[in-house]
């Protein structure tokens, strides 16, 4: 599919204001709702499904290996950026919330999800807001 040359700009301008960002301070808002529209448009065009695959599993690993040997079995796991619920399935735990900004993967998440599991649509902030009693 041809992309146009305004859509080439629009994506240079997103991408360079994208990295600025940690040194130009932007009103937290707009720069939540840009996030959250990347974040869908690449869930529906399948763009975040490399998450998925074999050679991505080393960095779960890590992760997982880090998880067991520092913390009891029946953790209990709060999972910010959980995406579509990948360390969900690689875990063991006694409980498991996970927040994502993005309702895609939150609902992919769901189905996904085994007992003692909740995934929230929220940004961090108001995820461990919503967490912090219940875990």
């Not at 301070?25 to 695959?53: C, I, Q, T």
């Not at 009891?72 to 999972?79: N, S």
């Not at 990948?86 to 993005?102: E, F, H, K, P």
Request: with cysteine; aromatic share 12%; net charge positive.
């Amino acid at each position: 599919m041809a992309v146009s040359a305004f859509e080439n700009i629009k994506r240079f301008f997103i991408r360079l204001g994208i990295g600025l960002m940690p040194y130009f301070p932007l009103p937290w808002e707009p720069y939540r709702k840009a996030l959250v529209r990347d974040s869908e448009k690449r869930y529906a065009s399948g763009r975040w499904d490399y998450m998925n695959d074999i050679a991505e599993a080393h960095r779960y690993s890590i992760i997982v290996g880090g998880c067991e040997y520092c913390t009891p079995p029946e953790r209990r796991v709060l999972d910010v950026g959980c995406g579509d619920g990948i360390l969900q399935q690689r875990l063991r735990y006694s409980g498991y919330v996970g927040v994502d900004m993005n309702a895609a993967a939150i609902s992919r998440a769901q189905a996904r999800g085994a007992s003692g599991a909740t995934s929230v649509v929220a940004d961090a902030a108001q995820g461990f807001r919503r967490t912090a009693n219940s875990m």
